[in-house]
């Protein structure tokens, strides 16, 4: 008996708890489990594309707190912390016959950068909701830091306003993630329902030399805590590269994140072209069997962290995203993987619940939504269509003048990209979108956050029936 879940004397119910097996995840009686849901992204990392503002989340909060004060920014993300996942939503998950959540959450929910290594209640009793609510249905849950001090990639979704992933450079900032992991480790180590811990999210470490011995030492700091969860590691290159491992870590699984092109792809067919290539189910069986090998290789269970097609709301486009999506669930029930759909909530781009378009906070956005529309801002989810005549010179130029020059991760023409649309372009759009907040009060603070409850929002109906059927055993 430890002190550990919830701070009372608890015992690890082995019945329920996961682990590796070989190429499978069993709970204690030896049952094969196939961990299948949603991630909940947007919540505790919140994402420009999920919930609508351009930029970062911590260019957000600021400008907000300019835009309306502190008394009525605080109570917007209090109330949208508490509305965007409630027992209501853990109920629809349970009737689609989901058994798993990835909750991903950023480190300022729990530590302050003005006061390092001093944690905070708040965010784990945040998480502690989530966790109970999830548990109360049969639904594990599996604990994502999706953004950390410094930034762990390039990209908006680690809350990096630049494009330089600095965690990989400062040994303080990786200090201060394998201390919040020992609490987190601390705090669930007796909660069964949590199925593990996955310790970064799509990390980018350029030089590729620093990843691997970080892992190492996150994977002892863990289990001296707690020996009994499964690590969800996330390979380099946003989870694409996993030669950093050069053994198999104990009760470990080794996660793939699997987007297909045509269902990200603004203007894609599927099965058809997109962007000159031809897709059909065999190309996307053959990509995920790419990125895969190394489970395959070592023998250890497969586990989609991340995968999930964009809705643009073109009916013969969304069409072939659930054909892809189907195409994809087929792919992983045959090869016995496990898969986390992402995501479950949003304004309309991938959620299978969102916000309605008529609801108090959309109406009052949509402006800007439009503005973030024609120029591209959003790294995921938007076109660069209407700002070709940007981007073209400068990718000429590049091309012409610097012909060897291939950037970590993607290379120049993703780099060109991140820097106009997501940088140069959402950065004066972040004021602008505050701007619709000007003069708001507390009270309507809250009335725009509860446009996220459930019980206001939109369900995506055909999305919704795919899963359900893919979930739910078939009557007898």
């Known amino acids: 008996m430890v002190t550990g879940y919830l701070g009372v004397e608890a015992q690890m119910d082995t019945r329920r708890a996961i682990h590796v097996e070989g190429d499978r995840l069993v709970d204690g009686t030896g049952a094969t489990v196939l961990l299948r849901g949603f ?79 001093r944690l905070e209640e ?71 329902w949590v199925a593990g811990y996955n310790p970064l999210n799509e990390p980018a470490d350029a030089s590729g030399e620093v990843i691997g011995p970080f892992y190492a030492r996150i994977e002892r700091a863990i289990r001296a805590v707690d020996p009994h969860h499964t690590l969800f590691l996330d390979g380099n290159r946003y989870s694409t590269d996993f030669s950093m491992f050069t053994e198999v870590f104990e009760n470990t699984v080794y996660t793939a994140h699997d987007y297909a ?81 992402w995501t479950y909530k949003d304004i309309g781009t991938q959620g299978v619940v969102h916000a309605a378009a008529d609801s108090p906070y959309l109406e009052l956005i949509a402006p800007v939504l439009a503005k973030k529309r024609r120029l591209g801002a959003d790294s995921w989810g938007g076109s660069e269509k209407d700002i070709r005549h940007v981007l073209e010179p400068i990718e000429a130029l590049f091309a012409a003048e610097f012909p060897d020059f291939d950037p970590f991760p993607w290379g120049a023409k993703p780099w060109v990209n991140l ?6 372009l959402a950065e004066p759009l972040v004021d602008e979108f505050a701007g619709r907040f000007r003069g708001l009060g507390v009270d309507q603070a809250r009335t725009l956050a509860g446009s996220f409850a459930f019980d206001r929002c939109v369900q995506r109906t055909e999305l919704a029936d795919l899963l359900r059927a893919e979930l739910q055993p078939a009557p007898a």
């Open 419 to 424: 820097l106009v649309r997501h940088i140069l």
């Open 122 to 192: 708040k965010g784990f009793a945040r998480l502690d909701r989530v966790v109970e609510a999830c548990a109360s249905r049969g639904i594990y849950t599996i604990l994502d830091l999706h953004s950390v001090p410094g930034y762990q990639n390039q990209n908006w979704h680690s809350n990096n306003p630049t494009h330089w992933a600095h965690f990989w450079t400062h040994p303080h900032f990786q200090d201060r993630v394998v201390h919040l992991w020992e609490a987190l480790a601390t705090r669930y180590r007796d909660q069964p």
């Open 261 to 341: 092109l045509p269902g990200i792809a603004a203007e894609s067919e599927y099965p058809g072209l997109t962007r000159g290539q031809h897709f059909d189910r065999g190309t996307v069986e053959r990509k995920f069997l790419e990125r895969t090998q190394f489970m395959r290789r070592t023998g250890t269970p497969i586990w989609l962290g991340e995968f999930g097609p964009l809705y643009t709301g073109d009916p013969e486009r969304d069409a072939g995203c659930l054909r892809l999506l189907r195409d994809q669930l087929d792919i992983y029930r045959e090869h016995g993987a496990s898969w986390s759909l």
């Open 39 to 117: 991630g909940l992204g947007g919540w505790m990392t919140m994402e420009n594309f999920i919930t609508g503002y351009p930029g970062t989340e911590g260019q957000l909060r600021r400008a907000l707190a300019r835009s309306m004060g502190t008394e009525a920014s605080d109570a917007f993300f209090d109330a949208f912390l508490t509305d965007f996942f409630t027992e209501a939503d853990a109920d629809h998950l349970a009737s689609l016959g989901v058994n798993a959540l990835r909750v991903p959450f950023s480190y300022h929910h729990f530590e302050d950068d003005a006061a390092p290594f």
